[in-house]
């Protein structure tokens, strides 16, 4: 028997095989709602990724290097977007005092002014989580961080900032432990991005 997620006998029958294809949507979704904004303001997907993340992200994380892990895509593929970007007149580059062929890059103001419209990008995929109980979402959350734990750990994606890389997390048979905190934490508090994150 094919045991493709896709095989509609294997994938009726079998509830990870379910949950894959509903994760699938649910990425097809946020593809079609980022392209929607992509056109609508004459950027490509990566270029308005890009946007965000310097908008929400300290300095230190806004290089050429650090994006292309962030993203997942080749440094060649974010240099093009900066490039662009540039020419558009929506970023700005320092250069490293230490290093003259290292940079970082930041909004100009005129991507200051844009970066409002294009924050909320995916701002529909947070109405149906808004009517879901919070005992529903708290226990989705707890399972997509798990699967996302999964999949750094079988170098799938990255996970550069969240709880589980960090050096100050530890798990303990309660559950997670933030040692900057010094408390124990709960499945909702761990955090996907944090700006407190020292890598392991």
């Keep these: 028997m094919n045991d493709s997620v896709y095989n509609l006998e294997n994938q009726n029958s079998n509830l990870s095989s379910k949950i ?7 990425s ?15 950027l490509s997907p990566i270029q308005i990724q890009i946007l965000v993340f310097l908008n929400t992200h300290k300095l230190k ?44 890059i930041s909004l100009s103001d005129t991507g200051n002014n844009l970066i409002t419209n ?20 708290e226990n989705l959350w707890g399972s997509l961080s798990e699967i996302i734990r999964n999949l750094h750990h079988n170098n799938i994606i990255s996970m550069q900032r969240m709880c589980f890389s960090c050096k100050y997390y530890t798990a303990v048979p309660e559950g997670h432990y933030c040692g900057l905190l010094e408390k124990e934490l709960k499945s909702i508090d761990i955090r996907l991005d944090c700006p407190e994150h020292k890598q392991k």
């Design 61 to 104: 994380y806004c290089t050429v290097s650090y994006l292309a892990v962030e993203f997942n895509i080749t440094k060649a593929t974010i240099s093009d977007s900066v490039k662009s970007l540039l020419s558009k007149g929506l970023i700005e580059k320092q250069a490293d005092e230490k290093d003259t062929r290292s940079y970082t």
């Design 118 to 137: 294009l924050n909320n990008y995916s701002g529909e995929l947070v109405n149906p989580l808004t009517e879901m109980s919070s005992e529903n979402q």
């Design 20 to 26: 894959v294809v509903a994760l699938e949507k649910i």
């Design 28 to 42: 097809e979704a946020y593809r079609a709602m980022l392209w929607e904004k992509a056109k609508e303001y004459k």
